[in-house]
């Protein structure tokens, strides 16, 4: 059974720094785009950062200049860099991939969530 599984969430002060991780498990055959979204209370889910097989990439206007994705295929997994970040970054953050699994037809899968809490 595919599941993406998130790691890296926390408690940090503005301007500091975390780094998520996503890692994909199961038999799986490729991994097209994969991506994190995050979701405050009472807010839309919204895309942050996306990032294809071959490496290209797509960012929310809101953390151009702090976030950096990035991905290792060969480990099925997604990290997001987060820099300089702000108390307006405090949401759940969601990982998010198009997977092709061995034994079926690809769909889309999500993972569990992370929290991400920044103080001022």
């Known amino acids: 059974q595919v599941q993406l599984v998130e790691s890296g969430g926390g408690l940090v002060q503005a301007g500091g720094s975390l780094r998520l991780s996503c890692a994909a498990s199961g038999i799986i055959f490729s991994i097209n785009t994969m991506g994190w979204y995050r979701q405050a209370p009472g807010k839309q889910r919204e895309l942050v950062a996306a990032?294809?097989?071959?490496?290209?990439?797509n960012y929310a206007d809101s953390v151009k200049g702090r976030y950096t994705i990035s991905r290792d295929n060969a480990k099925n997994t997604v990290y997001l860099q987060m820099n300089s970040l702000k108390p307006e970054d405090t949401s759940d953050y969601y990982c998010?991939?198009?997977?092709?699994?061995?034994?079926?037809?690809?769909?889309?899968?999500w993972g569990q969530g992370t929290q991400v809490t920044v103080s001022s």
């Open positions: 990032i294809t097989r071959g490496g290209r990439t």
């Open positions: 998010n991939a198009d997977i092709i699994p061995a034994s079926s037809s690809g769909t889309n899968y």
